[in-house]
């Protein structure tokens, strides 16, 4: 982001709304909607997102007398707008004079409209056209004094994130043109020399198609860098409209919680805030799990500034096979949750559950009946509660624990069928050592592969299967500054052209953790190798295994069956805490193990970890320069009896000073204000009475 001093939204509050519609609804309604949103607290909603039809009726033609009233209604409520540029999809109009800017899918079939995002992003007609009602919606708005906030179009990637049409190949070659100079370097990067694949002339190179057989991986994986690319494009193109229009607003789009098809490190670097829509499942009792891991990557974007969760179902969902509703009690923990994770507010979709379209069935802060439904009682509660956390608001969170999150190892690992297994998977490990840290009591952000690392004691890379020599000397010297670094199979296999090191993986990194892979050992479907740590029990080993060579790190684990009984699994290379470590896993452990392992791992780093764990239970600590905020949560239906710092006041309450323990009922929460202290405070379950 250009400039010293971030911009930020205009409101001086914690954000709580939600979507909202008025072109499904008559004025009655919108003034009605006013009424019952002062009364619910909401202070900030978002529209027009999908309005672009209903604002340019046909080309040139604009219609803003509509939503001029609305904005006047909701500011004169003291309702503040996240303003969306509405180019989310194309009017019908746009669409039938240029049907070329359909997108394709990879059998090269075109879609049709009827949807949304019904766009290739690569289309100039598409990006000209958005250009253009950017800019009007800019000129016509950009001074209103309810704006607070520009929404840039909707999710990118969430219906298409790729696109295979003709223009998209123009765009691909260009890109790769620009990547790599001549074809002569395209075709060593992309080992053409493998099933005779090398190319004379830029027109002979397509996206990756479905083709006879397996496609060249290094064509893939730089189809997946092009295609966040090409979004990021289009992003950019109307932030640039909206800064040399209103260069005071900040700008957002709003993104889909950790998505693997978009950078979005890159994505942020270009807006002011990020904004996220999260969407865990109700019908799962760990939902929040990797809900925590999601809110810790959307405050890591913009290195620990606050963020806001921008959509949030009230209750159920419309797009799942089976939407289950929210228990009574659960949006409200989850809210606080974003709100513990950085978020400074907590928004819905939507705020008035619509009559008709795809989204009728998706819940509302205002649902079907009005004033007497149960989302409607739940958000007017909340609404009132959220103004006790306004202390909070613009701290930052406290987390001594990173996870690398690397895209290109994300889709290297996933993008082709050309891998020893197909199921090892980036996200279902990244998620999965993240909970066993969750469980153990910390929060943890995300942090790309060459850092920063500043602060953290301890760096987690779950996979870095695509590894390079600058990451490996960041990770370097983060170990050798006295950090715990632990790095999982499959990593340092490739460089970024997807050629294997030399000698094989771990590549760049084996000097730093001290092992090398002889041979990748997948474990079949339906199997488990068992893992025995040192001096302790043994664990399960499904999916992937490896044969390792460890002459200059310490076995801390050995495999236990199979054939690679007796070799290591778990190594550690610098036993000495104080100058670091590096430990390299060469398994996937179940979660027992995992648990097992990190407690192990959290001791070397000097860290805290609970001894008595429960999954339901969660803490995090947001700061000011003098107060920590420790939100602690009870995700389960059971109650939780947990530790209390000493002179802890409790913020949702009536702030007076609490004892020494807190039971809290299902799904309830609790926030509380201590002196800030050299290290966060740590919460632990209560030990039972002798």
């Given at each position: 982001?250009?400039?010293?001093?971030?911009?930020?939204?205009?409101?001086d509050?914690?954000?709580?709304g939600?979507d909202?519609?008025?072109d499904?609804?008559?004025?009655?309604?919108?003034?009605?909607?006013?009424?019952?949103m002062?009364?619910?607290?909401?202070?900030?909603?978002?529209?027009?997102?999908f309005?672009?039809?209903?604002?340019?009726?046909?080309?040139?033609v604009?219609?803003w007398?509509?939503l001029?009233?609305?904005?006047e209604?909701l500011s004169?409520a003291?309702?503040?707008?996240?303003?969306?540029t509405?180019?989310?999809?194309?009017?019908a109009w746009?669409?039938?004079?240029h049907?070329?800017?359909?997108p394709?899918?990879?059998?090269g079939q075109r879609?049709e409209?009827?949807s949304?995002?019904?766009?290739?992003?690569?289309s100039?007609?598409?990006?000209e056209?958005?250009?253009?009602?950017t800019?009007?919606?800019?000129?016509?708005?950009?001074?209103?004094?309810?704006l607070?906030l520009?929404h840039v179009?909707?999710?990118?990637?969430?219906?298409i994130?790729?696109?295979?049409?003709?223009?998209?190949?123009r765009?691909?070659r260009?890109w790769l043109e620009?990547?790599?100079?001549d074809?002569?370097?395209?075709?060593?990067a992309?080992g053409?020399?493998?099933w005779?694949q090398?190319?004379?002339?830029?027109?002979?190179?397509?996206p990756?198609?479905r083709a006879?057989?397996?496609?060249?991986?290094?064509?893939?994986?730089?189809?997946?860098?092009f295609?966040?690319?090409a979004?990021?494009?289009?992003?950019?193109?109307?932030?640039d409209?909206l800064r040399?229009?209103t260069?005071?607003?900040?700008?957002?789009?709003?993104?889909?919680s950790?998505l693997?098809?978009?950078?979005?490190?890159?994505?942020?670097a270009?807006?002011d805030l990020?904004?996220?829509?999260a969407?865990?499942d109700?019908?799962d009792?760990?939902a929040?799990?990797?809900?925590?891991?999601?809110?810790?990557?959307m405050?890591?974007?913009?290195?620990g500034?606050?963020?806001?969760?921008?959509?949030?179902?009230?209750?159920?969902?419309?797009?799942?096979?089976?939407?289950?509703?929210?228990?009574?009690?659960?949006?409200?923990?989850?809210?606080l949750?974003?709100?513990a994770?950085g978020s400074?507010?907590?928004?819905c979709?939507?705020?008035?559950?619509?009559?008709?379209?795809?989204e009728k069935?998706?819940s509302?802060?205002?649902g079907?009946r009005?004033?007497?439904?149960?989302?409607?009682?739940?958000?007017k509660?909340?609404g009132?509660?959220?103004?006790?956390?306004?202390?909070?608001?613009g701290?930052?969170?406290?987390?001594?624990?990173?996870l690398?999150?690397?895209?290109?190892?994300?889709?290297?690992?996933?993008?082709?069928?050309?891998l020893?297994?197909?199921?090892?998977?980036w996200?279902?490990?990244?998620?999965a050592?993240?909970?066993?840290?969750?469980?153990?009591?910390?929060?943890v952000?995300?942090?790309?592969a060459?850092?920063?690392?500043?602060?953290y004691?301890?760096?987690?890379?779950?996979?870095?299967?695509v590894?390079d020599?600058?990451?490996?000397t960041?990770?370097?010297?983060?170990?050798?500054?006295?950090?715990?670094?632990?790095?999982?199979p499959?990593?340092?296999?490739?460089?970024?052209?997807?050629?294997?090191?030399?000698?094989?993986?771990?590549?760049?990194?084996?000097?730093?953790?001290?092992?090398e892979?002889?041979?990748?050992?997948p474990?079949?479907?339906?199997?488990?190798?068992r893992?025995a740590l040192?001096?302790?029990?043994?664990?399960?080993a499904?999916?992937?295994?490896?044969?390792?060579?460890?002459a200059a790190?310490?076995?801390?684990?050995?495999?236990?069956?199979g054939?690679?009984?007796g070799?290591?699994?778990?190594t550690r290379?610098?036993?000495?805490a104080?100058a670091?470590?590096?430990?390299?896993?060469s398994?996937?452990?179940?979660?027992a193990?995992?648990?097992?392992?990190?407690?192990?791992?959290?001791?070397?780093?000097g860290?805290?970890?609970?001894?008595?764990?429960?999954?339901?239970?969660e803490?995090?600590?947001?700061a000011?320069?003098d107060?920590?905020?420790?939100?602690?949560?009870n995700?389960?239906r059971?109650?939780?009896?947990?530790d209390?710092?000493h002179?802890?006041?409790?913020?949702?309450?009536?702030g007076?000073a609490?004892?020494?323990?807190l039971t809290?009922?299902?799904?309830?929460?609790a926030?509380?204000?201590?002196?800030?202290a050299?290290?966060?405070?740590?919460?632990?379950?209560?030990?039972?009475?002798d």
């Amino acid at each position: 982001m250009a400039g010293d001093a971030p911009r930020g939204i205009r409101l001086d509050a914690l954000a709580y709304g939600g979507d909202y519609n008025p072109d499904q609804w008559s004025e009655k309604v919108w003034l009605e909607d006013a009424r019952l949103m002062r009364e619910a607290g909401v202070n900030l909603v978002s529209l027009p997102v999908f309005s672009w039809p209903q604002l340019e009726v046909a080309p040139g033609v604009y219609e803003w007398g509509w939503l001029d009233r609305v904005l006047e209604i909701l500011s004169d409520a003291g309702i503040r707008i996240d303003l969306a540029t509405a180019t989310a999809t194309p009017p019908a109009w746009l669409v039938r004079s240029h049907p070329e800017m359909l997108p394709w899918n990879e059998d090269g079939q075109r879609l049709e409209f009827g949807s949304r995002q019904a766009y290739c992003p690569s289309s100039p007609v598409w990006r000209e056209h958005v250009a253009r009602m950017t800019r009007a919606m800019a000129e016509r708005y950009g001074e209103h004094p309810g704006l607070a906030l520009w929404h840039v179009s909707n999710e990118y990637g969430d219906h298409i994130s790729r696109c295979w049409c003709p223009e998209s190949a123009r765009h691909f070659r260009r890109w790769l043109e620009a990547r790599y100079g001549d074809l002569d370097g395209l075709n060593a990067a992309w080992g053409v020399n493998v099933w005779g694949q090398r190319y004379t002339a830029w027109e002979q190179i397509e996206p990756p198609r479905r083709a006879t057989g397996p496609v060249n991986p290094t064509q893939l994986l730089d189809f997946e860098r092009f295609s966040s690319d090409a979004l990021l494009e289009l992003f950019q193109l109307e932030i640039d409209v909206l800064r040399e229009v209103t260069p005071e607003i900040a700008v957002t789009t709003n993104f889909m919680s950790l998505l693997r098809d978009l950078d979005y490190w890159d994505f942020a670097a270009v807006e002011d805030l990020v904004t996220d829509d999260a969407y865990p499942d109700p019908a799962d009792p760990l939902a929040h799990v990797p809900a925590a891991l999601n809110y810790g990557s959307m405050r890591s974007l913009k290195g620990g500034r606050p963020w806001l969760l921008l959509e949030q179902a009230p209750s159920g969902v419309s797009w799942r096979e089976v939407n289950v509703p929210k228990a009574p009690g659960q949006m409200r923990v989850g809210s606080l949750q974003a709100i513990a994770h950085g978020s400074d507010g907590a928004m819905c979709f939507q705020w008035r559950q619509a009559k008709y379209g795809q989204e009728k069935f998706h819940s509302a802060m205002l649902g079907h009946r009005g004033e007497a439904s149960r989302t409607f009682q739940e958000a007017k509660a909340f609404g009132a509660e959220l103004r006790r956390l306004e202390p909070v608001r613009g701290s930052r969170v406290r987390s001594r624990i990173a996870l690398v999150v690397d895209y290109d190892s994300w889709w290297g690992s996933s993008a082709t069928e050309s891998l020893p297994s197909q199921r090892l998977n980036w996200l279902a490990q990244a998620r999965a050592w993240h909970a066993a840290l969750h469980e153990l009591g910390h929060p943890v952000d995300t942090v790309p592969a060459r850092g920063p690392f500043d602060g953290y004691e301890l760096v987690v890379a779950p996979n870095l299967y695509v590894a390079d020599a600058e990451q490996a000397t960041a990770l370097g010297a983060f170990v050798a500054r006295g950090g715990q670094l632990v790095v999982g199979p499959f990593s340092g296999v490739v460089d970024p052209n997807e050629h294997v090191h030399d000698g094989g993986a771990p590549g760049p990194l084996r000097e730093l953790l001290g092992v090398e892979v002889d041979e990748v050992w997948p474990v079949t479907d339906g199997r488990a190798e068992r893992v025995a740590l040192a001096g302790g029990e043994a664990f399960d080993a499904p999916v992937w295994g490896e044969w390792l060579e460890a002459a200059a790190a310490e076995t801390i684990a050995a495999y236990d069956s199979g054939e690679l009984v007796g070799r290591p699994a778990i190594t550690r290379r610098g036993a000495d805490a104080s100058a670091g470590a590096a430990w390299y896993v060469s398994c996937v452990l179940e979660p027992a193990g995992l648990l097992a392992l990190f407690r192990r791992v959290l001791a070397a780093a000097g860290l805290p970890a609970r001894d008595r764990t429960d999954p339901m239970l969660e803490a995090v600590t947001r700061a000011d320069d003098d107060t920590d905020y420790t939100f602690v949560l009870n995700h389960g239906r059971g109650e939780l009896t947990v530790d209390v710092p000493h002179g802890a006041r409790e913020l949702l309450g009536d702030g007076a000073a609490l004892g020494t323990t807190l039971t809290l009922p299902r799904f309830g929460a609790a926030v509380l204000a201590t002196p800030r202290a050299a290290e966060p405070p740590f919460i632990t379950i209560t030990a039972p009475e002798d």
